[in-house]
């Protein structure tokens, strides 16, 4: 092998659920100079690469698999004779299905090196999130995984159905949707009973995961009658039975939900992954973007006096960032605080304040600006300084004023809208009623989205859609423009807000 040749990972994405992946196969992916990603691939395994890597679509169609998977076994030879670092991200396992075995011979043969990285199979996986396992001491101690394809089935098919359909207590069938009718028929003339279980599970461990049962003799006709599509496994044996028992991932209080999140994108993750948690499809649609104020010189002037404040209050990780970011550029540190103390509004701001070094003397009980302005002490003839964004609401430093306080508020970041991107998409789904529930954490983020909707009024938008806010300042912002809050997060804080989508969302259904 040449020295000058690249490396080529063969790596196993798994069966749908980013978090599935190995992390072998994420390890692959940071070191990456090219990505070549099947259709079965969660994109959202890309952020795992390099920004800098070349991720090319692999993804074969029907009709056209030979052709284009002689491409993309170019593509490997190509960019790794090129000396780069190449992930081949399958879905599943690579030697399950995956033609993981003719690409790696096409690199051995070429003299590149490889490895292989495993993935869990949709084989095992899908079943495991549908309720069933596979093997059970009472049950199955034996199982096959065969493919449906239609090559399987011809005369000359490689696989052994006349032994096969009896030979194992569960059988699972991958690529095998479109011909399930002819697999149910020959599974039953060669011995298999026409009462045995059977279950088809449609994009298995994703929100989309879709489960039909039904027995060898009807799940065909089951299938087509509601139109059932791949891809798909196809679970057959008594396992089947242990469903009602061992369901859970779609028992969860969002499973099926699809659910919009427009928090500032570099904040989006935490809520979607709690809520994703919980069972829900999310929609990353971020609405606001935060911009620190350039050429700000009352920011600059209180940070060089930060030595006169007695009390400095931070109501946002965002305020933490912004400040302490700005006070490094100007050769501060966390002695600069000097005796000033520090209220933080919020869990995740005193964490934020710990990461800088910042310990925090006061926390209210609840983080809205009536209860800080109520709760500090001492106030009176205290100077006290509130670094905050551009559009802020006033409650908190009226409040302290009128106990005694002298408050100096510095806007410090701005909240802009974002890029439009997919606002077309997003507009339709909300219309049609395919969209169940909008997020908001912030009066901004309301103003922005209604504005980039603005050709329907907020009441036509959102008919057909509930509304989840943070904390009764947002509510009452939401309510001001025209929309009806259905959850309000009793604590400000994206735990809780998730916590309270998921308990509304469980009341409807004992409702219901």
Avoid at 34 to 51: E, F, Q
Avoid at 266 to 273: D, G, N, T, V, Y
Avoid at 351 to 364: H, N, Q, S, W
Wanted: aromatic share 6%; glycine share 8%; net charge negative.
């Amino acid at each position: 092998m040449s020295a000058k040749f690249g490396k080529v990972y063969l790596v196993g994405a798994g069966p749908g659920d980013p978090k599935l992946i190995t992390l072998k196969g994420i390890e692959c992916l940071q070191q990456a100079d090219v990505v070549i990603y099947d259709l079965l691939v969660n994109v959202k395994l890309l952020g795992h690469a390099s920004p800098h890597a070349k991720k090319i679509y692999g993804g074969k169609m029907a009709g056209e698999q030979e052709r284009q998977q002689s491409e993309i076994n170019e593509l490997m030879v190509q960019h790794a004779t090129a000396g780069k670092t190449v992930v081949r991200l399958k879905g599943g396992d690579p030697f399950v299905f995956g033609r993981g075995g003719e690409e790696a011979l096409i690199l051995a043969d070429a003299g590149i090196d490889f490895e292989i990285v495993p993935g869990i199979s949709s084989a095992i996986a899908a079943p495991a999130y549908a309720g069933i396992p596979v093997t059970h001491r009472e049950y199955a101690s034996s199982v096959g995984i065969v493919t449906g394809h239609s090559a399987a089935l011809g005369s000359d098919s490689p696989v052994r159905w006349e032994q096969l359909s009896t030979a194992v207590d569960t059988l699972v069938v991958l690529m095998g949707i479109g011909h399930l009718r002819q697999i149910t028929e020959r599974l039953i003339d060669y011995g298999r009973k026409p009462e045995t279980p059977a279950a088809l599970i449609h994009w298995g461990t994703t929100p989309q995961q879709e489960t039909l049962e039904g027995t060898l003799s009807d799940i065909a006709h089951k299938a087509e009658s509601v139109g059932f599509r791949s891809p798909a496994a196809i679970v057959v044996g008594e396992v089947n039975t242990l469903r009602n028992d061992l369901r859970w991932f779609d028992r969860k209080p969002l499973f099926g939900r699809t659910i919009v999140v427009t928090r500032a994108r570099a904040q989006i993750s935490e809520l979607a992954e709690k809520l994703e948690s919980y069972g829900a499809q999310t929609v990353q649609f971020p609405t606001i973007e935060i911009q620190p104020i350039n050429d700000n010189a009352a920011f600059d002037a209180a940070i060089g006096g930060l030595a006169e404040y007695n009390w400095i209050i931070f109501t946002s990780v965002n305020a933490v960032e912004v400040f302490y970011c700005n006070l490094r550029e100007l050769g501060g540190d966390a002695r600069s605080f000097g005796k000033a103390r520090i209220c933080a509004v919020g869990p995740k701001t005193v964490k934020a304040l710990d990461i800088i070094g910042i310990r925090t003397d006061f926390v209210p009980s609840q983080s809205h600006s009536a209860a800080i302005a109520a709760e500090l002490e001492p106030v009176t003839a205290q100077k006290i300084l509130v670094p905050h964004a551009k559009i802020a609401s006033q409650e908190l430093p009226d409040g302290l004023r009128e106990r005694g306080a002298i408050v100096d508020v510095v806007p410090i970041y701005d909240t802009v809208k974002a890029c439009m991107e997919r606002s077309g998409e997003i507009e339709a789904n909300l219309v049609n009623g395919r969209i169940d529930m909008v997020t908001f954490t912030s009066a901004s983020a309301i103003t922005n989205f209604l504005d980039m909707f603005n050709r329907h009024s907020p009441a036509a938008l959102l008919e057909n859609v509930h509304t989840a806010v943070i904390g009764p300042s947002t509510a009452s912002a939401a309510q001001r423009s025209g929309l009806s809050v259905d959850v309000v997060a009793r604590e400000t804080t994206i735990e809780n807000l998730a916590d309270e989508i998921a308990i509304f969302y469980a009341g409807k259904e004992s409702k219901s």
